[in-house]
């Protein structure tokens, strides 16, 4: 499976709004409701942002939200704050092409940075 | 809170072999399915695989770079998730992590540990 293919880089100034793209294919993003984001902070555990979609687990703040459209997600951050700046990791369930087996797909990631 | 803290990584030459470990605590890791997930430096993540639970079957799955020279394994009675792989190439230079899975993904994850395959 290929990766997901997300922007290397975004920015944005403290309190504004950024989006961070997903795109995959009809057989990952575009056909399971199972995508997840991901940050991570250098030399921290990557955290879960996003599951399924939309969903915000338990002590993540509502300033993150997701949404798909076909076969692109995308990561929504208002209300940017410096603590925000960290790489964001997408990824995406899928089957594999040989053994038709689970599998899951990631994206790139991309960095955030804060102005 | 959920910890994973794995362990066993280290240099080792191409064509040898190495077991990673993740230690599970903060949940009960007998009813988790966990993953194992791989960043080579400067690249991205890579899916390597999971192992369901014991009551889903302990059943495996692999991605295909890795099918047939890794395996997944579990000891529900230590708290503990094994990454077993054999026949090492350059190219499985990576950080290796492990997950929980839930949620349709990965969910929490462990900070890595550092596997080199070099001669």
């Known amino acids: 499976q290929s990766a997901l293919t997300q922007p290397a880089s975004v920015s944005g100034s403290p309190g504004q709004s950024i989006t961070i793209s997903c795109t995959g294919t009809?057989?990952?993003?575009?056909?399971?409701?199972?995508v997840s984001w991901y940050q991570h902070h250098p030399g921290k555990a990557h955290k879960v942002i996003i599951y399924?979609?939309?969903n915000r687990p338990s002590g993540v703040s509502n300033r993150f939200s997701g949404s798909k459209s076909g076969n692109t997600a995308s990561l929504t951050i208002s209300g940017l704050q410096a603590g925000d700046e960290a790489d964001y990791y997408c990824s995406s369930y899928t089957t594999d092409s040989y053994t038709s087996s689970s599998s899951w797909v990631f994206g790139g990631g991309t960095k955030l940075t804060v102005l | 809170e959920v910890q994973l803290v794995e362990s066993g990584g280290g240099l080792v030459k191409p064509g040898g072999s190495l077991r990673l470990a993740c230690a599970g605590s903060g949940f009960t890791f007998t009813n988790a399915w966990m993953s194992w997930v791989r960043q080579p430096p400067g690249k991205g993540l890579e899916w390597l695989g999971l192992?369901?639970?014991?009551?889903?079957?302990?059943?495996?799955d692999y991605a295909a770079p890795v099918k047939g020279r890794f395996t997944i394994s579990r000891d529900d009675s230590k708290n503990t998730l094994y990454l077993q792989m054999n026949n090492l190439k350059t190219e499985d230079t990576a950080l290796y992590y492990c997950?929980?899975?839930?949620?349709?993904?990965?969910?929490?994850w462990g900070q890595g540990t550092l596997v080199t395959v070099s001669s």
């Open positions: 399924e979609v939309s």
């Open positions: 192992i369901k639970s014991k009551t889903d079957g302990e059943t495996t």
């Open positions: 997950t929980t899975m839930a949620g349709g993904g990965c969910y929490d």
């Open positions: 009809s057989g990952d993003v575009g056909g399971y409701d199972y």
